[in-house]
């Protein structure tokens, strides 16, 4: 292990390490624990300044109430989830196809398709935007977030290609050739042999594209207008342009928006960490 | 080509699903962008009144927000297009209009008499001599200033440049900061140059230069910058202005810290609801510059039209003329807090809204505003410099150079 | 057996015709939906932007073909060199988010109490939406009542209105936007550490390798996978920057942090803007300089593939 582990040091190098840690924790949080301090601040404290003192008042309950009863914050949450579930179905679906098909398969293009597909990842979002928006209008579905939906499964396919692919790659072929010597079908294999043992890759992207597409705020921007399919992190933006200077409010609307993918990452941990580091060893 | 395949089967299978509930006949759909508090319970009071009148109409009120109305309007006018919309006049309805996506409404200025009720109002609905809309709203703007603090040092309200340079230097003597403004957005840092070159060189002036008749480095454009530096250079605005919005920068005056604002009428509420009396809180307009100009003023004008491709065009045509009412302009003014455009609506009671009333009605001419006469793209690039300027007044000769080039590509 | 269920199910002659031909025509079944949205919704619109880049577009009226006059006007927009700039700027202190990370992970590569705890928190910043770190940022900015005013008050010295100063600015933006990127790279480098040889280090040990040494000769290029990553991602991070633009300065002041991807957002879409062909224009210059780095990935991945086998 590297670097040598701390129980292997001196005391006082240990007892150093024991400190230093909660230490530059809380320095590396410091932002949040601000905004977590303020979303409990009473409005009094705001007004009179006291932005960075202990609250006089903790007002949990008022503030996020408030966020609750006079914003649409509710149904920008709401949005979110009807953007965010499924897009991760309709990504992960069909990676899980093309991530198959080109790990299994030798054909020719294959190599081309992967590394479209891959470099797909890399584009800045700005050369699709006015295309992509036109498309939508003409579908009729501007400003719904089923164009959000459609966007985001399509481009999300990129990377959630690569990922299945080379998880596949990694598998015992093997298996595959058994099943074939046996005569089972193609699409039954996909099913029964290869589609069992993706469950964890399955899990990993799941869970890392939902928080990608939670946190989304350029599409947001760019497909939806209204409301009624603005998602939370786009909402949150028009809600601070209305909540101007009352942060209790803002910080305990970040909260809350922030929420779920928090939640979301410290429930399946393991599989985020999984999602997001392949490659990272080899 | 693969696009349009997928567009036409995409369209087709929504407009199967679509068509069953919203063109029914006796639907009047409304668009709107009165999404802040104030106007939005205005304008529910204004649709329920109108569909009091005509209980046979059957109307659809899509709310919008404000800030993203200015792009949806250009996505439902051409993809499924209400039957009313609400808008802006002057140069904002331009591309609408060339793109032929407003209905000309002339015949009816003429059948109700518009040409005669809101008359003041009719220049900026017009263009190629047609009208393309009804206003139903303005405000003035001009200068809110803390009475309180005036009186504090003896202070009266500046009738001329030398009176506002006076005032100004006696506040920052004593540490008050004389105005208070908040550019991160630009168009607040607009209203000083549209307020300076209107005093300085006219409204036929602004006029020529938002239409690109005139050009940034015309000498009339050094003078209304000359002025400006008087203020920017004795620092007579608060600092970190480009860090503020508008609403932000409201604290400085109600905390005392800043004496006046530039401003339209809409401050007024949040300015009370922070706690200043109106006792406290005082308007005048812009002072005189060069002496004997007739004072033209910056009115703002929101208006009401009818999409091309609206589908109940009839009871759209009802909707604008009991908009146009003036009965119906009293109520729903008095309920936004602005000015009804009708002459025949009652004057209106509050302090700073009868005021405001006076002085436009005396009004030698009425500008919409920067950013709504001057074309988009001059626009932003103008308020940049005017932000710029006012950050760093020694560019001057730069941004000028800048927008001068800039208005030779946008105008060309 | 499986013969019998496939050919009962795709019945006689057809069966025979799926049997012999499935594996080559199983691929493209799973390959189609995949690819079919992937064409419409990524690489048509590739070359629409590019075909779009050519017209004056307002976004409703008629397209004007002016051939290539939006990049004769790019060429001589300050805007653009403003945004050009301050995308160098980005991508080049952006490159402190991998040594930034690689630290915090061997600060946290133990085994104490709680380790794991801090290791989640310390990432947390990458799991929350960039809107709510820019709303964060300019309140920590702020220059009457921001924590960093508030600070240099302390130490006497005059608040600095970050976000509202064009020296600033970017600054101001970019370490905004590199508190999740180091996260990010942390994780990734935490995960290369796990899995470092442990007979690697001992026999570095037994040569005499110690702190640096060791970490330079030893661990760094045990790490290559894990470092290559964090500089891919962290090169496309920088160059997408637009959320906490967008959120922190809207481009302010008077555009002096704006940056390409914001600049073309600005001109195409925003309230001042419709110029779907000037948007465009600025968009395929930005592609040009992602495929310098999208080239360079797949040139990488190419010789992994043929190595790999």
Same mark, same amino acid.
């Given at each position: 292990m590297f670097p040598t582990p701390i129980e292997r040091t001196a005391a006082p190098t240990q007892a150093l390490y024991k400190i230093a840690l909660p230490i530059s924790l809380l320095l590396w949080l410091a932002p949040l624990l601000a905004v977590m301090l303020t979303s409990v601040r009473s409005q009094g404290d705001i007004i009179a300044g006291n932005y960075w003192g202990w609250p006089t008042d903790f007002d949990l309950m008022e503030n996020y109430l408030a966020v609750f009863q006079n914003s649409p914050i509710g149904q920008y949450i709401w949005n979110s989830f009807k953007v965010t579930i499924p897009t991760v179905i309709g990504a992960v679906a069909l990676s899980c196809m093309t991530g198959f098909a080109l790990a299994v398969y030798k054909f020719k293009g294959n190599l081309l398709l992967f590394f479209m597909f891959v470099a797909g990842n890399f584009i800045p979002f700005q050369i699709l935007m006015v295309p992509v928006r036109d498309f939508t209008l003409q579908l009729g579905l501007y400003d719904t977030t089923m164009g959000l939906v459609l966007f985001h499964v399509a481009f999300q396919t990129g990377f959630c290609t690569l990922f299945m692919r080379n998880f596949i790659k990694a598998l015992p072929f093997e298996l595959i050739e058994a099943a074939r010597v046996e005569g089972v079908s193609e699409v039954r294999i996909f099913w029964f042999v290869v589609l069992p043992l993706m469950r964890p890759a399955i899990a990993a992207l799941s869970v890392l594209i939902f928080t990608f597409i939670w946190n989304d705020y350029f599409w947001a921007t760019v497909l939806v207008q209204g409301k009624h399919a603005l998602p939370v992190t786009a909402g949150l933006y028009s809600l601070n342009g209305q909540w101007i200077a009352a942060w209790h409010l803002v910080s305990a609307g970040s909260i809350v928006a922030a929420l779920p993918p928090v939640a979301m990452f410290f429930l399946m941990q393991k599989h985020f960490i999984a999602g997001l580091t392949l490659g990272a060893v080899k | 080509m693969l696009h349009r395949i997928a567009t036409t089967f995409g369209a087709a299978a929504i407009a199967l699903s679509l068509t069953a509930g919203s063109a029914l006949a006796g639907t009047l759909v409304i668009n709107t962008d009165t999404s802040n508090p104030a106007p939005k319970a205005a304008f529910q009071a204004l649709i329920d009144g109108f569909k009091a009148e005509n209980p046979d109409i059957e109307v659809k009120w899509n709310l919008f927000d404000r800030e993203g109305y200015k792009t949806s309007i250009r996505n439902f006018l051409t993809a499924e297009a209400p039957d009313v919309a609400t808008w802006y006049a002057g140069n904002r309805m331009l591309p609408y209009v060339e793109a032929g996506l407003?209905?000309?409404v002339s015949d009816l200025w003429e059948q109700e008499g518009w040409n005669d009720s809101? #008359?003041?109002a009719a220049a900026s609905m017009t263009i190629d001599g047609k009208k393309w809309g009804i206003p139903y709203t303005y405000y003035q703007w001009g200068v809110y200033y803390r009475k309180d603090i005036f009186d504090q040092y003896g202070l009266s309200v500046p009738e001329t440049w030398d009176d506002l340079l006076a005032v100004s230097k006696t506040l920052k003597e004593n540490d008050v900061a004389p105005f208070t403004i908040g550019t991160k957005f630009l168009w607040t840092a607009a209203g000083w140059f549209d307020y300076l070159n209107l005093r300085v060189n006219g409204y036929e002036f602004h006029m020529d230069l938002t239409a690109g008749k005139a050009s940034y480095d015309d000498p009339k454009v050094q003078a209304v910058f000359d002025r400006w530096s008087e203020l920017v250079e004795a620092g007579y605005f608060i600092d970190?202005? /480009? +860090?503020?919005s508008w609403q932000e920068s409201l604290p400085f005056m109600v905390q005392g810290d800043a004496a006046m604002i530039l401003m339209g009428n809409f401050a007024v509420a949040p300015l009370r609801e922070a706690g200043l009396t109106d006792d406290q809180l005082g308007f005048f307009q812009f002072p005189e510059i060069t002496p004997g100009l007739p004072k033209a003023e910056d009115a703002p004008t929101d208006t009401v039209h009818i999409p /091309? +491709? /609206? #589908? +109940?065009k009839e009871d759209a045509k009802k909707f604008l003329a009991y908009v146009a009412r003036a009965d119906v302009q009293t109520t729903l003014n008095a309920s936004l807090g602005q000015l009804p455009v009708n002459s025949g609506s009652e004057r209106p009671d509050d302090k700073f809204l009868s005021q405001g009333f006076d002085m436009l009605s005396d009004a030698y001419a009425l500008a919409q505003f920067y950013d709504r006469d001057a074309p988009a793209a001059m626009a932003k690039a103008g308020m940049e410099g005017f932000q710029e300027f006012m950050v760093k007044p020694e560019r001057k000769d730069a941004i000028l150079e800048r927008l001068t080039k800039i208005q030779q590509r946008v105008y060309k | 057996m499986s013969d019998i269920t496939a050919s009962s199910r795709f019945g006689g002659g057809g069966a025979s015709v799926w049997r012999r031909n499935q594996r080559r025509i199983a691929p493209w079944l799973f390959l189609g939906p995949g690819i079919l949205m992937f064409v419409l919704y990524v690489i048509l619109p590739i070359f629409e932007s590019v075909w779009i880049s050519l017209y004056e577009w307002d976004g409703i009226g008629a397209k004007e073909f002016i051939g290539f006059g939006n990049y004769v006007e790019l060429v001589d927009d300050d805007a653009f060199y403003t945004s050009l700039k301050n995308n160098v700027i980005w991508l080049v202190l952006y490159m402190l988010a991998p040594p930034a990370g690689l630290l915090i992970a061997l600060f946290l590569n133990q085994n104490v109490r709680g380790i794991r705890l801090a290791k989640s928190l310390f990432f947390f910043p990458f799991v929350i939406s960039q809107v709510v770190v820019g709303l964060v940022f300019s309140w920590f900015y702020d220059p009457s009542f921001g924590l960093l005013a508030e600070l240099l008050r302390l130490v006497g010295l005059e608040p600095i209105p970050v976000l509202a100063d064009e020296r600033y600015v970017t600054y101001g933006i970019i370490i905004a936007g590199l508190w999740p990127q180091t996260a990010y790279c942390m994780i990734l480098y935490l995960t290369g550490l796990n899995a470092v040889s442990a007979d690697q280090i001992e026999a570095g040990r037994l040569d005499g390798a110690k702190g640096w040494r060791m970490l330079w000769f030893v661990i760094l290029p045990q790490l290559r996978p894990a470092t290559f990553i964090a500089v891919v991602v962290t090169v496309i991070g920088a160059l997408r920057s637009f959320d906490l633009i967008s959120i922190m300065t809207d481009g302010g002041p008077y555009g002096s942090s704006r940056v390409l991807a914001f600049f073309m957002y600005e001109q195409a879409l925003s309230e001042y803007g419709f110029r779907m062909g000037y948007g465009a224009a600025i968009a395929v210059v930005l592609f040009l300089i992602m495929m310098v780095y999208i080239a360079f990935f797949l040139w990488r991945m190419n010789r992994d593939e043929k190595g790999g086998g």
């Open positions: - | 407003f209905e000309d809101l #008359k003041s970190n202005h /480009a +860090n503020y /091309a +491709n /609206a #589908k +109940n | -």
